[in-house]
């Protein structure tokens, strides 16, 4: 990658996508094409700081529109694709598998078939520099079993329609590398926190729930365990995979920080009690609640390969980045109402 590429990032109004289109548009003078379709998910009030940037436009569009992703790729001639555009809740999955079918199966299959018909009129050298990163979950090799943590070679047992869709995904992205030939590489990261996640996911629902003094449903007993990365750090683990010359197929990304959901829930407390100062105990909201159909007790990753390949190695501490995403939330009460407003009745968390 060259100073002045030009990076496609699809999904770039989500979570991960806005964070990481601001550290694309931080690396030397980096162009960025956000496509994405703004779902309830997608917020353009997630990119506010970007969006007059010259060197980025947001296209409204869907990833399974062969025909705007084809004209794109011909109008930018991007030296790399990332993709994150994906349906990203379990609970909603549940609720409604086809939806995620159709987006991150389909939509992934039609990306990558526009994506290889541009990367295969590209003259050799720029073929071989080209990269498409197709950011994929942890949750794709099922639950973990006491002790173990995931890496590349973990089998395949998606559990949830999300981690199904998710995995069907990624088999098309390497039956395009084996047919074509196409230079893919998965990511498979683990659960993300950090600012600008949407409030139906577990840290941010809680942290508004507490901070309002409403009550706190944690699925059955608390006791599931998932490996908690910062987003930031997801995002610098990225960039570090679309630098290496000669990457891997697959890198899992994570942290260490494999933790049970009633421990986190109970820290968001804390850190409100600390910064709120009201006097309240929140940990008094806690409330067990009916578990999840099919819930993965466990995910925990080794990213061994990641930080033996790459330079990367995070840099936020979990307790560290827990208190200051608890900050941004209280300090962002617009961003909160603006997203909200758009979310259609969706399940718990
Ligand atoms: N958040 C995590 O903890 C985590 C962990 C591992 C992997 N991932 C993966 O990373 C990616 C991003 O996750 P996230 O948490 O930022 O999700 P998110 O739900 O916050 O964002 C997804 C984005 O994709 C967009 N989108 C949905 N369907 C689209 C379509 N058909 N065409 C174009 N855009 C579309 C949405 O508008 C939204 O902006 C996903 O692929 C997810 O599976 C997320």
Not at 9 to 16: K, P, R, S, Y
Request: charge should be negative; charged fraction near 25%.
């Amino acid at each position: 990658m060259n100073q002045d590429s030009t990076v496609i990032v699809t999904g770039g109004a989500g979570f991960i996508g806005s964070t990481l289109v601001r550290q694309c548009l931080a690396v030397g003078s980096w162009s960025v094409v956000t496509i994405d379709k703004l779902t309830y998910a997608g917020n353009r009030c997630s990119l506010t700081e970007v969006l007059d940037n010259p060197r980025h436009e947001l296209v409204e569009g869907d990833v399974a529109d062969a025909a705007l992703v084809a004209e794109l790729l011909k109008r930018h001639r991007p030296q790399a694709v990332i993709h994150l555009a994906a349906e990203s809740h379990v609970d909603r999955s549940i609720a409604g598998p086809p939806q995620f079918a159709t987006t991150n199966a389909l939509g992934t299959c039609v990306l990558l078939d526009e994506v290889t018909r541009y990367w295969q009129q590209l003259k050799e050298a720029e073929q071989q520099a080209f990269r498409c990163l197709l950011v994929s979950t942890d949750e794709v090799f099922g639950s973990a079993n006491p002790d173990e943590s995931f890496d590349e070679q973990s089998p395949f047992a998606p559990n949830s329609p999300y981690a199904a869709s998710k995995a069907a995904g990624e088999h098309f992205a390497r039956a395009f590398s084996q047919t074509y030939g196409l230079p893919v590489v998965v990511a498979n990261s683990s659960n993300n926190f950090g600012p600008r996640q949407h409030p139906e996911k577990l840290i941010p629902k809680m942290i508004l729930h507490a901070a309002a003094g409403q009550s706190l449903p944690v699925y059955g007993d608390g006791l599931h365990q998932r490996d908690w990365l910062h987003v930031e750090d997801c995002g610098d683990a990225l960039l570090e995979i679309l630098r290496a010359k000669k990457p891997s197929s697959r890198y899992v990304i994570g942290a260490e920080n494999c933790l049970t959901n009633l421990h986190v829930v109970e820290l968001i407390c804390d850190f409100l009690d600390e910064l709120l100062g009201d006097g309240k105990n929140r940990r008094k909201l806690i409330a067990s609640t009916v578990d999840r159909l099919g819930h993965d007790r466990r995910y925990a990753v080794d990213a061994g390969r990641l930080r033996s390949e790459t330079h990367w190695l995070p840099k936020i501490g979990f307790e560290g980045g827990l208190r200051e995403t608890v900050r941004w939330y209280l300090e962002n009460p617009g961003w909160v109402a603006e997203v909200s407003r758009r979310e259609e009745s969706g399940p718990s968390y």
